[in-house]
T-cell receptor
Framework: KNEVEQSPQNLTAQEGEFITINCSYS?????LHWLQQHPGGGIVSLFM???GKKKHGRLIATINIQEKHSSLHITASHPRDSAVYIC???????????FGKGTKLSVKP | NAGVTQTPKFRILKIGQSMTLQCTQD?????MYWYRQDPGMGLKLIYY???????DKGEVPNGYNVSRSTTEDFPLRLELAAPSQTSVYFC???????????????FGAGSRLTVL
């Protein structure tokens, strides 16, 4: 069992829909990153959070450290949001990032 | 700012050859990382460094070596390339690690390596 699990693995949405991607982890973590990987392969860090909620434009990330769960929400989704979204938590014996396998999002016009 | 620069972007190696993936950052970040990404798998940490002169193994270090002689550079060396090392490699850097302030994690564009 992976220490960081994402769901769903694949998600197809219509433009304008509200999207939620979930990240659960079985190890204790101190903070968590949400990353976006574009179809061309580049990776961009969207958020790092250790508690509560952060918002950037149409993206909202929440985390509950005690419940070992984080969510990434996209409001008013757009085809340009199509990408793989990856969560990674700082944990384990060395405190390094442990990543989930990613959620592939496709937003149809 | 260039951020994190990786070279080469693509490379094909024959089994047994060696090569170095270069990584340079211009943000004065202390922490640097090398990850590999295989299809359907999450990013796996190969090696990391917390500062010049200090390196440590990650989750999948076998077949690789690194050095950190300066803050800016963190090259990854593949010795005796094997087909199992076919992957996409990402270098990344951050100012700190964990829940410390505005800890931005910056990735390079990736290097696609094929070993035949």
């Amino acid at each position: 069992k992976n220490e960081v699990e994402q769901s769903p693995q694949n998600l197809t949405a219509q433009e304008g829909e509200f999207i939620t991607i979930n990240c659960s982890y079985s190890v204790g973590i101190s903070a968590l990153h949400w990353l976006q990987q574009h179809p061309g392969g580049g990776i961009v860090s969207l958020f790092m959070l250790s508690s509560g909620k952060k918002k950037h434009g149409r993206l909202i990330a929440t985390i509950n450290i005690q419940e070992k769960h984080s969510s990434l929400h996209i409001t008013a989704s757009h085809p340009r949001d199509s990408a793989v979204y990856i969560c990674g938590g700082y944990g384990g014996s060395q405190g390094n990032l442990i990543f989930g396998k990613g959620t592939k999002l496709s937003v149809k016009p | 700012n260039a951020g994190v620069t990786q070279t080469p972007k693509f490379r094909i190696l024959k089994i047994g050859q060696s090569m170095t993936l270069q990584c340079t950052q211009d943000m004065n970040h202390n922490y640097m990382y090398w990850y590999r990404q295989d299809p359907g798998m999450g990013l796996k940490l190969i090696y990391y460094s917390v500062g010049a002169g200090i390196t440590d193994k990650g989750e999948v270090p076998n077949g690789y070596n690194v050095s950190r002689s300066t803050t800016e550079d963190f090259p990854l060396r593949l010795e005796l390339a094997a087909p199992s090392q076919t992957s996409v490699y990402f270098c990344a850097s951050s100012y700190a690690q964990g829940a410390l302030g505005a800890n931005v994690l910056t990735f390079g564009a990736g290097s696609r390596l094929t070993v035949l």
